[in-house]
Every structure is written in structure tokens, then in C-alpha cells.
């Protein structure tokens, strides 16, 4: 099975629509008419939630008028925090199920005219050349086997001096499982800072920042898991955690607080 089939059958669900849909009716909600911060924390779904998504725009420069390649955009939780922020987004994933519901979470959020959200892998997107002036990838790489081919294309569509923002879990495979990406190891392709630096300088990239988000993660852990404690919210966390919620946070906590996992940002520029 390939890294695609594999993300594929890992985040198809066949029921997430009911499920958000559900807790946003419990949170007292619309889910037909939505602004894009009452979606809370459920559809960022990486480290750090919407305030790592948050850095990330900072660190890449997304402004009005900025155009955005989202690479593995989920339910658009980033796509629609940037359009927020006066970009034109493209985001691409290969779940379908993902990519269906962003589109109605975009027009719920009356977005749909600053976001195209499509059914597409990272490595051969079929976008045309230098289309981006920034390029995101948040909490991806630890699904994708072939990053190499995915920093490529991303360089394509780039044009010369545009920026790329990764934003992964960066170490060593012998982690804990269940995660949050996957069962098991087999299906996990987390790699470490140094096989990032090569990957993206191979691909034609000048890497201009390398931060360690460590303490801002566990710090954002902490403060989501004391305010679920205190109130409980349907929105508090990302909606894909899949069976076994506790254990694959709680393997996850672990792994960032021993440094076994780094969430790392990485921001590089294509070479002119």
C-alpha cells in the first residue's frame, strides 16, 4: 500500500461531516453559517493548534493578496486562517472526504471566493508553474514516504524567491504508537531535522529559518487540556483523532516532552 493509500484509508471516515456537524450544534452553532475562529481548534490539525498556524503566517509572510499552496489542507482550518488574512488559497489533499467538507466550511464562512480546495497529492498537484508566492505544509511529511518528489513540485510552482513553510514532527520513528497519523510505525514517515534540510536544499531551497516550537506546543497542550478539564468543548480539539483518543494524544505528549518528536518550522525560499 502506498503513502497515499495509506493517508487515505487512515482519515476517511465516512462520517466526519455528522460528527463536526454534531459538535458544532452542541457548541449552540450554525454549522451552514460559520466565521472561521468559531470552528475553534477542531479543524487545525496539528501541533499547536490555529496559534501554530498562526506563526506559520507570520514566518512565510502571508498578507493581501498573497497566493497560498496549502499542501495536505485537510478541512481547511489553515487555508481559511490565511484567507482571513487577505490570501488567495489553493489547498490540495488526497482525502476526499477532507476536501468536500472544507469546500462547505469555506462557504459557510463565506469564503468560497478566496479558497479552491481540490483532491490532489503534494507530488503531482497538475497546477501550473510559479503559481505561489508561499507555499505551506503543516503536520504532512510524518504521511508522506516520497517528501523529496512533494518539495520538488512545490519548487515548481513557485516562483523564483518564493517561500516554504514546513511545519512537521521531526525525529526518530521509534516512537510510541497509536499517533494521531497513524496506527503503527509501518505507516509513519517521520524523519529527522537534518533529512528535511537535505530534502528541501535537493530541491532547489535556501532554508532561512529552523525553530524549534517545542515549549510553545506542550505550553499549548497544557492550557487546551486544563481548559477541557474545566469545561469540556466538542470544538476543543482537532476533530480527527480517530479510536483511541487518549492514547494517541498521550503518546504524542510524551514523544515531544522526552524530544524523541520536535514540531519544527522550517521556512525556506526557492532559488532565484
Same mark, same amino acid.
Given at each position: 500500500? /502506498?503513502?497515499?493509500?495509506?493517508?487515505? /484509508?487512515?482519515?476517511?471516515?465516512?462520517?466526519?461531516?455528522?460528527?463536526?456537524?454534531?459538535?458544532?450544534?452542541?457548541?449552540?452553532?450554525?454549522?451552514?453559517?460559520?466565521?472561521?475562529? =468559531?470552528?475553534?481548534?477542531?479543524?487545525?490539525?496539528?501541533?499547536?493548534?490555529?496559534?501554530?498556524?498562526?506563526?506559520?503566517?507570520?514566518?512565510?509572510?502571508?498578507?493581501?493578496?498573497?497566493?497560498?499552496?496549502?499542501?495536505?489542507?485537510?478541512?481547511?482550518?489553515?487555508?481559511?486562517?490565511?484567507?482571513?488574512?487577505?490570501?488567495?488559497?489553493?489547498?490540495?489533499?488526497?482525502?476526499?472526504?477532507?476536501?468536500?467538507?472544507?469546500?462547505?466550511?469555506?462557504?459557510?464562512?463565506?469564503?468560497?471566493?478566496?479558497?479552491?480546495?481540490?483532491?490532489?497529492?503534494?507530488?503531482?498537484?497538475?497546477?501550473?508553474?510559479? /503559481?505561489?508566492?508561499?507555499?505551506?505544509?503543516?503536520?504532512?511529511?510524518?504521511?508522506?514516504?516520497?517528501?523529496?518528489?512533494?518539495? &520538488? =513540485?512545490?519548487?515548481?510552482?513557485?516562483?523564483?524567491?518564493?517561500?516554504?513553510?514546513?511545519?512537521?514532527?521531526?525525529?526518530?520513528? &521509534?516512537?510510541?504508537?497509536?499517533?494521531?497519523?497513524?496506527?503503527?510505525?509501518?505507516?509513519?514517515?517521520?524523519?529527522? =531535522?537534518?533529512?528535511?534540510?537535505?530534502?528541501?536544499?535537493?530541491?532547489?531551497?535556501?532554508?532561512?529559518?529552523?525553530?524549534?516550537?517545542?515549549?510553545?506546543?506542550?505550553?499549548?497542550?497544557?492550557?487546551?487540556?486544563?481548559?477541557?478539564? @474545566?469545561?469540556?468543548?466538542?470544538?476543543?480539539?482537532?476533530?480527527?483523532?480517530?479510536?483511541?483518543?487518549?492514547? @494517541?494524544?498521550?503518546?504524542?505528549?510524551?514523544?515531544?516532552?522526552?524530544?524523541?518528536?520536535?514540531?519544527?518550522?522550517?521556512?525556506?525560499?526557492?532559488?532565484?
Amino acid at each position: 500500500m /502506498s503513502d497515499t493509500e495509506q493517508s487515505i /484509508s487512515r482519515y476517511t471516515t465516512g462520517n466526519l461531516r455528522e460528527r463536526l456537524h454534531a459538535a458544532l450544534r452542541d457548541s449552540g452553532l450554525e454549522p451552514e453559517v460559520l466565521q472561521p475562529e =468559531e470552528l475553534g481548534e477542531a479543524d487545525h490539525l496539528h501541533t499547536g493548534g490555529r496559534a501554530a498556524t498562526a506563526a506559520v503566517a507570520q514566518a512565510v509572510g502571508i498578507g493581501l493578496g498573497t497566493r497560498v499552496l496549502d499542501v495536505g489542507s485537510g478541512i481547511g482550518g489553515p487555508a481559511r486562517y490565511f484567507a482571513h488574512l487577505g490570501a488567495v488559497v489553493t489547498g490540495v489533499d488526497v482525502t476526499e472526504e477532507f476536501v468536500v467538507l472544507a469546500r462547505e466550511l469555506d462557504a459557510a464562512c463565506a469564503m468560497a471566493g478566496s479558497i479552491t480546495m481540490l483532491v490532489a497529492p503534494g507530488h503531482q498537484t497538475g497546477l501550473p508553474a510559479g /503559481s505561489f508566492d508561499v507555499a505551506t505544509m503543516l503536520h504532512v511529511g510524518m504521511n508522506l514516504a516520497d517528501k523529496p518528489a512533494v518539495f &520538488t =513540485e512545490v519548487h515548481r510552482l513557485l516562483h523564483p524567491g518564493g517561500v516554504f513553510g514546513v511545519y512537521d514532527l521531526m525525529g526518530t520513528n &521509534t516512537v510510541g504508537y497509536p499517533m494521531p497519523w497513524a496506527d503503527a510505525a509501518s505507516a509513519s514517515y517521520v524523519e529527522t =531535522e537534518e533529512g528535511y534540510l537535505d530534502h528541501l536544499r535537493a530541491a532547489g531551497f535556501t532554508v532561512t529559518e529552523n525553530t524549534d516550537r517545542s515549549a510553545a506546543v506542550l505550553k499549548h497542550m497544557a492550557e487546551a487540556d486544563a481548559a477541557s478539564r @474545566r469545561s469540556p468543548s466538542p470544538l476543543a480539539t482537532p476533530i480527527l483523532l480517530g479510536a483511541d483518543p487518549a492514547d @494517541r494524544m498521550g503518546n504524542l505528549v510524551a514523544a515531544v516532552k522526552s524530544g524523541a518528536l520536535v514540531p519544527r518550522l522550517l521556512v525556506a525560499v526557492r532559488h532565484v
